[in-house]
Structures are given as C-alpha cells and as structure tokens.
C-alpha cells in the first residue's frame, strides 16, 4: 500500500516537472575546480536585460559578426541579408548600409570600425575587404595582394578583419593555414602571424615507418587547425580562438606575433548531450579589466577567463529562452561591462547584465593581475560573503597574506582554494620562519645537550677508573 503510495507520489512529481514551460529553466552559473575540474555552482553572474530582434524590415538572416565601437554603437555583419546594420546600444536602427548605397555586398562575414566611424567588411563572397565611410558609401577595397610569397592559387575569402594601430589589416583568410593575413594600406602583403602548427605525434612517426608511399603521401598532406577568429583589445593584444585542439584553445599575441598565454586547456570536454563534445570557440571579447570573454558555439556557453587564463564563470547553454543561445556567432562587450551575444540561428542580440557578483569578481582580479593583491582583498572578501567557496577568492586572499607574510593564514586559504602550490610555497615559508624564530634557542639546546653528554661521559669514565682502581677489574 505504501508502496503504490510512494509510487503515486513521484509519478505526479515527474508529471508536474515535466509539464513545466520551458521558460521555467533557471538562469546559472558555475566555474570548475581549480584542482578536479568539477563543476562549481556560483551566484548568477550575468541578468539579460534586453533582447534586440527587431530591426525593421527584412529582419536579420543568419548574421555571422558583431562590433561594438568606442561610442557604444553596435554594427552587425547581416551575412544571407548582403548588408551592414548599425544600431545604437538598445538596439534602435541609425543606419543599413549595402545596396542603397551603392555598395553590392556578398555575404559579409566580418566588420571592423575604427575610432572616426569608418567600416572595414569582410566580404567574404566577393574575396575582398571593403572599406566604407561613416555614411555607407564605398571609399576602397582591398583585393588579394600580389606577392610572391603567396601561392597563386591561394583563394582570398576574408571572413574576419581587424585593423591595428598602424592601418594594418589582419585578415582571417577562409581555407588559409598559414595564419592571420597582414595587409597595408596601399594593400601590400606585410606577412602572416598567429600560424599554427601541425604538433608531433609518436603515433604518426610509426606509422609513417610502416606506410605505404600513398600513405605516406596522406600523411604529408595534414595540416593544422585553423582559427576561427580574431580580437583585437584595448591595448592592442591580438586574441583568436583555435578550433579542434587538444590544448591552447584560446591565444593572446605580443608584437611579435607569439603566444604570451601558457600552455592550457581551455573550456570543457563533456558528454552532456549524450555524445562527447569538446570546445569550439567562435568568438572573444575583452572587457575593460582584462575578462576575457570566450563564446563557445558546441556549447552555447560563454566562459570568462581572467589574465592568468583562471577560469572565473561560465554562464549561457543552449535552448530558445532568455540567456541560452541556438547557434551563438559572435560577441562584444561594453564599457560598462554588458555582454552582447549575436544568436545566428535566432536572428537576434542578447544584451547580458553583470551582477554585483561578477562586478566584484572582476575587480578584484584586475587588481590581483597587476600585482596589487592587498588592494584586491578588499573585493576579494566581499566575493566570499556572497559565495564562501568560490575558490579563486581564496587564492587571491591568500596571495594578499602571503604579501603581509602571515603563512600560516595563507595556508588556511590555500587549502580552502585547492591549491596545492600555493599550499606549499606558504608551507615553506611557515617552516622558515619557525626556523627563523628558533634557530638561537635550538642551537643553544643543542649546544647544552652536546656539552651534557660531554660531562657525563666524563663522570662514567671517572667513575669506570674509580672501581677499577679499588677491585683491581
């Protein structure tokens, strides 16, 4: 009887969840643990303000790219609509700029636009870069660039472009291995940065020992994974996600076009949908802090990185509901900190809140980027009244004790930020100190218990002789 109860009781429940709207699915976040890599419940770092999908008519078609200048104004590369929408930061229509204009575009993947308003596209069906003033009007383009150095049959499809701050531009060339494509302005080809390579494999060693010449052959023609985008932030650092690896997912480029990020894995590798998946970053945002904000299309998740490559958040998933995306192309973010995410599959602009939390968070690890950790224990604190677990705030205040050399402090926080390093750095220190304070005190009982000895083997011989003396042993 009690049984058919209990029965009767979880049937209806499962009934109730079930029959739930899907609008009743939660908005989360999470990180993974530093140490484990398990998945870490955290307050909610991100609210969705707005959702911008009315922009006249026609509405978006499957738009692939979005830009946000100095002002705030967004610009969005309107890909199966030939068209550049430009819209203010609530989403009002100040401008479409395509054929109106005079200006055929044919599938533009990508916009740039620079401090004075002007707008780089790549057109990515036309094979060109087209330059468009503030208005819309066509003012050049730059075609393939004739140089040696490049192959002749090398197809120029630019889908995503950046200028730097000498007018270079940075192309990311459809089908092109060899890296992002420099171009000057009177379109001379200046070099590639950024090429990946194909890594060593023992595997493939032994096989290519065993092959066939057509085999062989198979094997030679491998080449590496491309990127699959290009950001460039306020300091002019070059960003661009990798798509297909095992490790690196995410790239950070000096001047010199080398990678400053250390070797890392980036996102997450999970079977969530009954499958395995693994990362497939698409797009980057970098805000005024340092977050680097990684979108990643497989997931339809968005992970923040800070400047170290520590995981602080990841927030989004897929699904048709505010604060989950169907097919998530691309991202930027404002100087206050909202995140806006184009769905390409919705045909609309996500615009992302940060909360109280996540404000905090990224205060605190700007200032602990720089150096400046007692200063970031303040907010570093603060992250802990709202969520005591979140482990990269103990880290941080850990850091700030070990600066005020309190050890034994640091390594309570430490322990609670699973980190073992940072345990032992401070554990180190502790000993030395201890060590330090003790060292007179040990080597005077040392002393007392070497002369102590001394004595009484002294006194022993003493006594040894005397009874020898006396019964004649």
């Not at 104004?73 to 700029?97: H, M, P, Q, W």
């Not at 044919?106 to 916009?111: D, E, Q, V």
């Not at 600066?403 to 000993?431: H, I, P, T, V």
Request: hydrophobic content about 40%; glycine content about 8%.
């Amino acid at each position: 009887m009690y049984k058919r109860i209990t029965a009767g009781i979880i049937g209806s429940l499962l009934f109730l969840i079930c029959s739930l709207p899907v609008h009743a699915l939660p908005q989360m976040s999470y990180t993974l643990d530093p140490m484990y890599g398990y998945r870490m419940p955290i307050p909610l770092t991100y609210t969705v303000e707005k959702v911008i999908l009315d922009v006249g008519e026609p509405g978006l078609n499957k738009p692939s790219d979005l830009f946000i200048d100095e002002k705030g104004l967004l610009y969005i590369a309107d890909t199966d609509n030939n068209r550049i929408v430009k819209l203010d930061g609530e989403g009002k229509v100040l401008g479409i700029f395509g054929k109106e204009q005079g200006v055929e575009l044919s599938r533009p993947s990508g916009i740039y636009v620079d401090s004075l308003g002007h707008m780089f596209v790549a057109d990515t069906g036309s094979g060109r870069i087209i330059h468009l003033s503030p208005e819309g009007a066509f003012i050049e383009e730059f075609v393939k660039p004739k140089s040696s150095l490049l192959s002749e049959d090398l197809d120029f499809s630019p889908d995503k472009v950046i200028m730097d701050r000498r007018g270079y531009l940075y192309a990311l060339n459809k089908n092109d291995y060899s890296g992002f494509m420099m171009i000057d302005a009177m379109n001379q080809f200046r070099g590639y940065i950024g090429a990946n390579r194909v890594p060593f494999d023992w595997t493939k060693l032994i096989i290519r020992l065993l092959a066939t010449p057509e085999q062989r052959e198979q094997l030679n023609n491998a080449v590496p994974q491309q990127n699959s985008n290009i950001t460039l932030d306020s300091k002019g650092f070059i960003y661009t996600p990798t798509v297909l690896i095992d490790a690196d997912q995410i790239k950070k480029f000096n001047a010199m076009g080398e990678n400053i990020y250390k070797k890392a894995f980036f996102g997450e590798s999970s079977i969530d949908s009954g499958t395995l998946e693994v990362p497939y970053f698409v797009d980057m945002a970098i805000d005024q802090f340092g977050v680097v904000n990684a979108l990643d299309a497989m997931s339809r998740k968005i992970y923040q990185y800070d400047q170290e490559g520590n995981l602080l958040a990841v927030f989004g998933g897929q699904g048709d509901v505010k604060g989950r995306f169907e097919y998530p192309t691309s991202i930027v973010i404002d100087k206050d900190g909202k995140i806006y995410v184009l769905d390409r599959d919705r045909n609309n602009i996500q615009i992302f809140q940060p909360t109280r939390f996540a404000e905090l968070v990224h205060q605190a690890s700007q200032l602990h980027f720089n150096g400046r950790y007692q200063e970031a224990m303040v907010p570093w604190k603060e992250v802990l009244k709202i969520d005591e677990n979140y482990p990269l705030a103990h880290r941080g205040v850990a850091k700030a004790l070990m600066k005020e050399e309190k050890w034994k402090e640091a390594m309570r926080e430490f322990k609670l930020g699973n980190d073992q390093e940072g345990y032992s750095l401070a554990f180190a220190e502790y000993r030395h100190d201890i060590m330090r304070e003790y060292l007179g005190w040990l080597i005077l009982a040392a002393v007392l218990i070497i002369v102590a000895i001394y004595f009484i083997i002294k006194f022993m011989i003493r006594i040894t002789n005397t009874v020898i003396r006396r019964y004649g042993y």
